[in-house]
């Protein structure tokens, strides 16, 4: 069974950085594209930053600048590094990664999430 763990949220002041981390694991056979979502309180989850297995990457508007997204595909791991972090950034972030798994169709897996305060 395939399974995505994150890690790295936590508090931060507004202008500090956190970099999230997501592993992937289990009986996997390639991972396609992977990103992070988030979801603040009362609003939907929207895409954050998405990265290809050849390493192509697509930014919303609101991280464009500030953050990175990268993965290292020997480690089935995808980062986040968030910079410039603002209160609006607050939100549960959620990794997403595209995989075909043995004996199992390819399919969207998903982290169980990890929260990101921000204070001003």
């Known amino acids: 069974q395939v399974q995505l763990v994150e890690s790295g949220g936590g508090l931060v002041q507004a202008g500090g950085s956190l970099r999230l981390s997501c592993v992937a694991s289990?009986?996997?056979?390639?991972?396609?594209?992977m990103g992070w979502y988030r979801q603040a309180p009362g609003k939907q989850r929207e895409l954050v930053a998405q990265?290809?297995?050849?390493?192509?990457?697509n930014y919303a508007d609101s991280a464009k600048g500030r953050f990175t997204i990268s993965r290292d595909n020997a480690k089935n791991t995808v980062y986040l590094q968030m910079n410039s972090l603002k209160p609006e950034d607050t939100a549960v972030y959620y990794c997403?990664?595209?995989?075909?798994?043995?004996?199992?169709?390819?399919?969207?897996?998903w982290g169980q999430g990890t929260q990101v305060i921000v204070s001003s």
């Open positions: 997403n990664a595209d995989i075909w798994s043995v004996g199992a169709p390819r399919k969207a897996y």
């Open positions: 289990g009986r996997i056979y390639s991972i396609n594209a």
């Open positions: 990265i290809t297995s050849g390493g192509s990457t």
